[in-house]
Every structure is written in C-alpha cells, then in structure tokens.
C-alpha cells in the first residue's frame, strides 16, 4: 500500500464549478499534513497546510480527518489559473521527511 | 523571502559521465536540505537528507556512491550524479527547511525550481 494515495484524475471541470480531491494516508502517526500545487514541469509550491479543525483559505477549504486517516481539499469557483496538479502531502515523523502522493491532476476549461 | 535556486535548470549528457546538480539557499540559511527525484507522471520521491557539515542521509534503495551529496555550507548543496545512464533522466528537485525565517512554519519546505537531467 502506498503511504499516500491519491485519485490520479484528471478531473476535468468548467470555469466556475466546486471540485474536491481526497488522500489517504497510511501512517497513523503522521504529525502534518499538506497540499501542494505542481504546475507542469515545474517546482511544487505549498498551496495549505491542513489542520485538524479544518481550515479556508479564499476559495480553498482544507479538512483532515485522523480517524479515517483522510485529507480533502475542496476548490469553489474553479478559475482557469487553477488547473495543475495538487498533491497531498504528509509529514511522517517529527522532523522534517515529506512524503507527496502522486497527485491529481485538475483541468479548468472555460 | 525563502527562495531556493537550482543550477542548472536542465542537462543533457552522455551516458557514464557525471552532472552536478547545485542548490541555494538566496535570502536565507538553510539548517537541512531535501533532494528529491521525479519521474514522469509519478510523485516526488525523497532521495536523500542533508545537514551542513555532516553526511547526508540516505533513502532506502538509493545508491550513496552513485547520488553523491556536498552540504558544505549553510546556503549551498550539491547533488553529483556518477556515471549517469539513461535510466536516471529525472527532474531532480531540492528543497530548504530553516527553523529562523519569521512568520513560517519551522518545518516548512521551500522548493528549488528543479533540475531536468536527460543522458542520452
């Protein structure tokens, strides 16, 4: 089992429109949890971290679950700049070791 | 702030020559430094840890002598690819973590712009 999973997509969706992705991970001891945005051939960048309590960044809400081990990101009002690929990240251990899923990639069409 | 560079930012090389990769650290000093290695349409994998000054550390089943990794200073780290063969073609990426930039996370990652390696 991969210790980071995540629905490959694409999802391919209009301008305007609410998509979510969801992750799993496999390490119950996992301390923080991500998600990064990877454009094509280019760097990840940190698009949220993600709390326990859930949390929004404009357009952009975060939730983890640690009982079912699960992390959603929910995108509203899909713009065309959005498409890329978001990958789940998780922490392992204390320190500082990520590990990223192989991500999912979104498609915004107009 | 936070900003890491690659150099180069892509490569073309024969087969069982050697390319070395470097990483800064610009506006910031780096306590520990990530390489990861990327193939396509697959995940970030973490290659190997490295703290200034001393070894870096290895993942399970990446070869030490092959990926050999410098961290001489706080704002500078080295990837060497010995003897690259075409199955190394990669976007090799690396990362930055310190514990003393204001106002992020203490183990915050900040990305390089990554490295794209083809041996021919």
């Known amino acids: 089992r991969k210790e980071v999973e995540q629905d490959p997509g694409p999802f391919n969706v209009p301008e305007g429109a609410t998509v979510a992705f969801n992750c799993t991970y496999s390490?119950?001891?996992?301390?923080?949890f991500f998600w990064y945005r990877q454009d094509c051939r280019k760097e990840p960048k940190l698009l949220m971290s993600?709390?326990?309590s859930g949390n929004e960044d404009g357009r952009f809400t975060a939730q983890l679950n640690r009982a079912s081990q699960y992390i959603s990101l929910l995108i509203r009002d899909s713009k065309l700049s959005d498409s890329a690929t978001y990958l789940c990240?998780?922490?392992?251990?204390?320190?500082?070791?990520?590990?990223f899923g192989a991500g999912t990639i979104l498609r915004v069409k107009s | 702030g936070a900003v890491v560079s690659q150099h180069p930012s892509w490569v073309i090389c024969k087969s069982g020559t050697s390319v070395k990769i470097e990483c800064r650290s610009l506006?910031?000093?780096?306590?520990?430094m990530f390489w990861y290695r990327q193939f396509p349409k697959q995940s970030l994998m973490l290659m190997a840890t490295?703290?200034?000054?001393?070894?870096?550390?290895?993942e399970q089943g990446v070869e030490k002598d092959k990926f050999l990794i410098n961290h001489a200073s706080l704002t500078l780290s080295t990837l060497t690819v010995t003897s690259a063969h075409p199955e190394d073609s990669s976007f090799y990426i690396c990362?930055?973590?310190?514990?003393?930039?204001?106002?992020?996370?203490?183990?915050?990652?900040?990305f390089g712009p990554g490295t794209r390696l083809t041996v021919l």
């Open positions: 993600v709390y326990s």
């Open positions: 506006d910031f000093q780096a306590t520990t």
């Open positions: 990362s930055a973590t310190s514990r003393l930039i204001s106002g992020r996370a203490a183990n915050e990652q900040f």
């Open positions: 390490n119950s001891a996992s301390q923080s």
């Open positions: 990240v998780v922490n392992m251990e204390y320190g500082n070791k990520l590990v």
């Open positions: 490295s703290n200034e000054g001393s070894k870096a550390t290895y």
